[in-house]
Each structure stands twice: as structure tokens, then as C-alpha cells.
């Protein structure tokens, strides 16, 4: 029994011994590269430079750059949660022949590219568009390309949980007498709570750092923050400006994590959970049948419109319909490709695959540390592991060529790719896994502790078990992830690395009809490659437990 209490007193000291690894590799890739990038910027000659700081809070134009970065991201996240969550109520709660296939379609609007979004929306939403509306350069073409890009973290994030909260709890209200307004309002939210604020604080994370959108739908006009910061990089080679912005966009988005993580922590409640195809049936009443294919309905119109409309310009031709772009590319065309679409293809699987690996064990190590407590050390790690998602891809990828030349120069090693993508993949990792994590009952491990069971086989034989469908989502967020991130990539990327996306951008600035068949043509490439990614991802099920 000594020996049991003494584990018991020694779990702080295990938390600290998980977070060595995650802060480790977060210091190196993200911390140091971070900091000499914004040591360049900011102070060149060793002093630093107030001036460009000030300028960012002085200037009217950079004010409204940041006003307009934060409401935007506002609203575009209020919009996301309300047009989604029946969705993710719909996918959690009801079985219905093809679930798995729209369910694993959601994502792959989250990993395009964004200037393939960009570019479809303009497409759809120009003048010459199928809805005979023209709303370039409007702020309205922004928020819908935005809830249209992060529709899939509502629908996978809170729906992942909803589909494990035991539909006993709803019925013994329902029972009391209560509505269903007030049922979801009073039961069902309050238990959802940790989940919709780790969606909802990922969807601000992408639309407050949103490039390719903003700047193709809505121009200069419109720009965020991270737009900002490429025009003063590359447009004036303004670095302290930039610099300064990248601090700023920091600063904004560290404050933002830690309110979320202090307001996670208060909503968080233990709480028994079942297994997904436990709590999942089929729709019995005519009302339900009705939202169930209203919401199926929608959710084809509103994302696959956008990505039929890819597949009809990639079939355009001069001539009409064809082949005639998909052939080009078998044939290695287009003069900006220095590879073939068969090897950039392959490029992009293999990073992707190692992102996800690192990602994994990254985000595990550090959804432990984070789910066992609720100290100081737990609110510090939370938000320093969603710090990449708020920082500039341009500064990422300006950080990792400036800094890792030493001990070793891996500047120009493939490694670097997939390191770069599983910065950003690894808060998807912690947020699919936090909050199930928190709510598995203390008293399971206690007991597998007294029993004498080490520290390994208790994250074996209990967390893992219940975590598994968790640890699946994230898997395979962070493989979509990397196959679509673009921004670190252009940076980074080598001829004889070249991925899907930046070749697909490559093709884009090419002018003329041909180029931009053929770049919709490699889009859908990657669209249909997603597709076979997630579905198999979505297939691959482990054993899950029943309550617990």
C-alpha cells in the first residue's frame, strides 16, 4: 500500500517528465526560429527597434489592419458555429445510408489549398458565376469562403464528443418535462462546452490568420493581419513592420488561448461516455427524417458546389469538355513544374505520413500533461502548443531557413517539410484528445494503479482504449493537414520537393486558360486523394469501450 501511495504523490513529477519531449521539440522548431526571425526584424543591429512597434498602433492603416483581423475572425467563427452544429448533431446521432462517405467529404474542403478555395469562390461568386451574383471584393465572399473552409472542425470536433454523451441523460430530461430547446440548452451544451470551445477557438485561430482567401476574394481592401505581413515583406522588404505585426499577431492570439484554456478548464466535468455506435440509430419520425435530409441536403449544396465547380473548369476546354488539361499533366506539362504531378503526388503522401506521425506522439505526450491538470504548467503548455496556429506561415518558414543552421544545417533537408507541417497539425492532436481525456474517471486509473499496474500499462490498458476514436480524428486531421498547407511549404520547399499545393500555386501565377485548367485539374487530384485518404482513416476502427 506504501508503495501505491508513493506512485500516487509521484505524478507530478510524470507530468513533467511528459512534457519534455513536446517542449522540447516546440522549443527548437518553433520557439528559436520564432525568435531569430523576429531578432532580424526587430532588432538587426542588436538594439530593438520601438519605432516599427509603435508605427503598428500609430499608423491608421496598420490599426485597421488589426481591427479588422479580429472582427472579422469574430464573425466568421459565430457564423461557422451556427451553420454547423446541426450538422454535428446530425453525423453524431443518427445513422443514414452514406454517413461515412459525406462525413469523410467534409474534410476535404479543409485542406485545399487556399488559393483553391480563393479561386473557386471567385469563380462561383464573380460575375460570370452560376449564381449570377458579384460579391468580389466584399467582405461577405470572405465569411462564407470561411464557414465553407471550416465547416469540417464544427462537424468533426463537436460532433466526435456529441456522438459519445449517453442519449439517457436528453430522455430523463425530456421525461421531467422539459422542451427541447430547453433540454439542449440546460443538458446537452453545458456537456459540450470543452469541445465547442476547442473548435471554436481553432476556426478564430484560421480565420484571424487567413491569407489566400482574404487576399484573393477580398484584395488589399480586405487585408489581415497575415496578409499585411506579406505585403511589407515581400512588397516594401519592410521587415521591422513585419516583424512587429507577427509580434502583435502573437500577442493577440496568446491572450485569446488563455482565456480559452481558463474558460475550458471551468466547463470541464467528468462525465460517463459511451461508444459511438452505441449512442447513433436510425431517424424514426417524420420530423427527424425531414432534418436529417435537410441537413444532408445543405451540406452537399454548400460544400460540394464549390469543389463540382473545380472539376468543371478542370474539364473546360477551348474546344468544350475534355481530358485535355489531365492529359498535359501526365505529359508533364506546364513549364512551372520542375517535377511531375506523379512525384510532387508522392511528395506530398510521404510528408504527410511523417507529419502525422510526429504529430501524434508530439500531441499525445502533451494532451497528457495538459488532461491531468489544472495548474499553472497545464494553462502555460495548452497555449504555447496553439501558438503556431496564430503565427504567420511567412515567419515560420522565414525562421526555419534563418535558424537551423546549427548544431546541424538541416536547411535544405526534405525533414523539414513535414516539420513544419506538424506544428500546425499537433493543436489538432490536443484538442481531439483534451477533452475526452479529461472526462475518463480519475478512479479508473487510481484503480489500475493499486492494482500495480506501471504508469505505461494504465495509458495502455484505460487512456488508450477510450481515446482511440480521438487519436483516429486527429491522425487524420493532421494528415489532411499536411497534404493541403501551402503557406511554410512555398517557403521551404525545393525543386525535387515540390507538394501537390505549391505546384498547384506554381500553375495558377502562370497566366492564361491552360495553366489554370490545369492547376483545377491537380486540385482535383488532390481533392480525390484526400478523399481516399480520410475514408480509409474513417474505415481503420480499433476496439472502443462501452461506458465509461
Known amino acids: 500500500m506504501d508503495r501505491n501511495r508513493n506512485r500516487l504523490t509521484r505524478l507530478p513529477v510524470r507530468r513533467l517528465a511528459l512534457a519534455v519531449a513536446p517542449a522540447l521539440f516546440l522549443g527548437f522548431f518553433f520557439v528559436y526560429p520564432l525568435v531569430r526571425i523576429l531578432q532580424a526584424s526587430l532588432a538587426p543591429s542588436g538594439c530593438l ?17 488589426v481591427w479588422f483581423t479580429l472582427w472579422q475572425a469574430t464573425v466568421s467563427t459565430i457564423l461557422t458555429v451556427v451553420v454547423a452544429l446541426p450538422a454535428a448533431w446530425v453525423f453524431a446521432r443518427f445513422k443514414f445510408p452514406g454517413r461515412d462517405l459525406l462525413r469523410a467529404g467534409l474534410t476535404i474542403p479543409f485542406v485545399l489549398p487556399t488559393v483553391v478555395v480563393g479561386a473557386a469562390f471567385l469563380a462561383l461568386l464573380g460575375p460570370s458565376g452560376p449564381l ?21 472542425v464544427i462537424v468533426r470536433t463537436v460532433g466526435g464528443l456529441w456522438a459519445h454523451l449517453d442519449p439517457r441523460l436528453e430522455e430523463a430530461s425530456r421525461t421531467l418535462g422539459a422542451g427541447r430547446v430547453r433540454t439542449f440548452c440546460e443538458v446537452t451544451l453545458p456537456l459540450l462546452s470543452p469541445a465547442l470551445a476547442a473548435a471554436s477557438s481553432m476556426v478564430f485561430l484560421f480565420t484571424a490568420t487567413s491569407f489566400g482567401v482574404v487576399l484573393i476574394l477580398g484584395g488589399l481592401s480586405y487585408a489581415t493581419i497575415e496578409v499585411e505581413i506579406w505585403r511589407q515583406t515581400t512588397s516594401f522588404l519592410n521587415l521591422a513592420v513585419a516583424g512587429a505585426l ?57 460544400l460540394g458546389g464549390p469543389l463540382l465547380l473545380l472539376v468543371e473548369r478542370s474539364l473546360r476546354t477551348v474546344g468544350g469538355y475534355g481530358f485535355d488539361h489531365y492529359r498535359t499533366l501526365l505529359q508533364g506539362g506546364g513549364g512551372a513544374l520542375v517535377l511531375s504531378p506523379y512525384e510532387a503526388l508522392q511528395n506530398s503522401l510521404l510528408y504527410s505520413l511523417a507529419a502525422t506521425v510526429i504529430s501524434l506522439v508530439i500531441g499525445l505526450l502533451a494532451a497528457g500533461v495538459i488532461a491531468r491538470g489544472r495548474d499553472l504548467l497545464s494553462r502555460g503548455f495548452d497555449v504555447l502548443l496553439m501558438l503556431p496556429l496564430g503565427t504567420s506561415a511567412v515567419t515560420i518558414g522565414l525562421g526555419f531557413l534563418i535558424a537551423l ?19 500546425v497539425a499537433i493543436p489538432f492532436v490536443v484538442r481531439s484528445s483534451v477533452p475526452v481525456l479529461r472526462a475518463v474517471r480519475e478512479q479508473l486509473r487510481e484503480a ?8 505505461l500499462r494504465v495509458w495502455r490498458e484505460v487512456d488508450l482504449p477510450l481515446v482511440t476514436r480521438s487519436v483516429m480524428v486527429a491522425g487524420g486531421f493532421a494528415f489532411a493537414i499536411s497534404l493541403g498547407e501551402f503557406g511554410a511549404t512555398a517557403l521551404i520547399a525545393r525543386p525535387d520537393t515540390t507538394t501537390v499545393p505549391v505546384a498547384i500555386y506554381r500553375l495558377l501565377s502562370q497566366p492564361g486558360r491552360g495553366s489554370f485548367g490545369q492547376a483545377m485539374a491537380l486540385a482535383t487530384i488532390l481533392m480525390i486523394v484526400t478523399a481516399l485518404s480520410i475514408v480509409l482513416i474513417e474505415r481503420v476502427r480499433v476496439g472502443e469501450a462501452g461506458e465509461f
Open 49 to 65: 527597434d520601438l519605432a516599427a512597434v509603435a508605427e503598428v498602433f500609430t499608423r491608421g492603416s496598420l490599426r485597421q489592419v
Open 246 to 302: 507577427a509580434v502583435v499577431q502573437l500577442v493577440l492570439v496568446g491572450g485569446i488561448l488563455w482565456l480559452y484554456s481558463r474558460y475550458q478548464e471551468r466547463v470541464t466535468v467528468q462525465q460517463p461516455l459511451r461508444a459511438a455506435a452505441d449512442t447513433a440509430r436510425r431517424p424514426q419520425t417524420w420530423r427527424e427524417r425531414a432534418i436529417v435530409g435537410g441537413v444532408i441536403v445543405f451540406t452537399g449544396v454548400f
Open 448 to 455: 489500475a494503479r493499486v492494482l500495480g499496474a506501471s504508469p
Open 405 to 423: 543552421d546549427r548544431p546541424i544545417d538541416i536547411r535544405t533537408s526534405p525533414i523539414l517539410i513535414p516539420l513544419a507541417h506538424s506544428l
Open 132 to 152: 449570377g451574383v458579384d460579391l468580389r471584393r466584399t467582405i461577405w465572399a470572405i465569411l462564407i469562403a470561411h464557414v465553407f473552409y471550416n465547416y469540417a
